[in-house]
C-alpha cells in the first residue's frame, strides 16, 4: 500500500494536477473544475509538497509538466479510469434506478442535446446528467481523455483515432441572411451569387466552416469573409443586424423558428445534408446508463426529423428526394441509420 501518498494526498488533488496538465493552465483547470484559482495552487503546492518533487515548470506564461508530472498524470488516469468502470459496475448493479451520465457536445448541438437530455430523464428519474458543451477541438480532446460516457458530434473523428459512431439524426446546413435582404424572396440562387456577399463563419476547425468552404470551392471562389465568431448566437444576431450572411445549421433556429429575424435563403446546393453522431471511443466499454440513452437517441430520430419538418415544411421534400436518390444507388436500405465504424 502507498501509506505515504494514502494519508497526504486527496484524490481531489490528484484531479487538480490532472485538469491543469490536460489544459495546460491553472486558470481554466479552475473554470473547468468550479474552484477559485488560489484553491487550485493550494491544492497543486500541498500535493507537490507530499510527493517531494516539482511537477510543473513555469515557463513565462505557460505551465509545463516536469519528467515526474508525466509520470503522474498516466497515473492519475489509470487511477481515474479504475474508479469510473467501479462506479458503472455500481450503477449497473442499482440498474436505472440511479446513476449518472456525463454527455459532451459540440456547440451547435447544445441547440438539440438538452431536449433529448430532458426527455431521457423524464423516464428515467433518477440519473443524474452533466453536459459539457464546447468546440469540435475540445470534444476531440475529450474523448481522448475518456472525460466523458457520450459525445454528440455533427462529423465522426477520421484517422485521429477510433470510435464507435451512430448516425441519428439529420443536420442540414441553410444560408441563411436578415430577413429584409433583397435575396430572401428569390427562388434557386447561385453560389456565383452569393459569392459576392460578406459572410460571418465560424472558427477554424470548425466543420460548418470546412462544409461551407468545400461548397464554394466547386465554383473555384470563396466569399469574403468580414467576421469570424465562435458562437452561432452571436452569428446569428450578426446577421441579423445586416452585417452578412452565413452558413448554420438549421437547429439553431429551433427556438425562434424559420420566420423571425433571420431568413433561410433558397440557394442551389444547400441544405448540405449532414447528420448528428453520437460517439464514444472504440472498445469502450459503456456503462448501462450510456447503452440505454445510446438506444433511446437512436430510436429518436423519427421524433428529431418530425419537429425539423414542421419548423421547416420545405425540408420534408428535401430528405424525400434524398432518400429516393439513395435508394436507386443502393440495393439494399435500412431502416436504421446504419452503425459507422471508424
Known sequence: MPEHLIRYTTLRQFQVFEAIYRLGSFTQAADELCLTQPTVS??????????????????????????????????????????????????????????????????????????????????????????KVTNRDSIIRRIRANEDDLYIMGQAPEGEFEVEAFSFAPNPLVVMAPRNHPLVDKKNISLKEIVKEP????????????????????????PAIRMELGNNEAIKHAVAGGL?????????????????????????????????YIVYPKGKELSLVAQTFLDFVIDSESTIRERMQKMWPKLENILKEKERSASCNNSVSKKKPAKKRK
Request: charged share 25%; glycine share 10%; hydrophobic share 40%.
Open 199 to 222: 459572410f460571418i463563419v465560424r472558427e477554424p476547425g470548425s466543420g460548418i466552416r470546412d462544409a461551407m468552404f468545400k461548397a464554394f470551392d466547386e465554383i473555384g471562389k470563396r
Open 42 to 131: 493550494m491544492q497543486i503546492k500541498k500535493l507537490t509538497e507530499a510527493i517531494g518533487l516539482p511537477l510543473f515548470e513555469h515557463v513565462g506564461r505557460n505551465v509545463e509538466p516536469t519528467e515526474l508530472g508525466n509520470e503522474l498524470y498516466s497515473t492519475c488516469r489509470a487511477m481515474f479510469e479504475t474508479l469510473a468502470n467501479l462506479e458503472m459496475k455500481a450503477s449497473d448493479m442499482k440498474g436505472l434506478k440511479r446513476g449518472r451520465l456525463r454527455m459532451g457536445v459540440i456547440t451547435t448541438a447544445k441547440y438539440l442535446a438538452p431536449e433529448m437530455l430532458g426527455e431521457f430523464s423524464h423516464i428515467y428519474t433518477g440519473i443524474d446528467l452533466s453536459l
Open 244 to 276: 452578412g450572411l452565413s452558413v448554420l445549421s438549421l437547429h439553431t433556429l429551433s427556438l425562434e423558428g424559420t420566420d423571425g429575424p433571420v431568413a433561410i435563403l433558397d440557394v442551389k446546393g444547400f441544405p448540405i445534408l449532414r447528420n448528428w
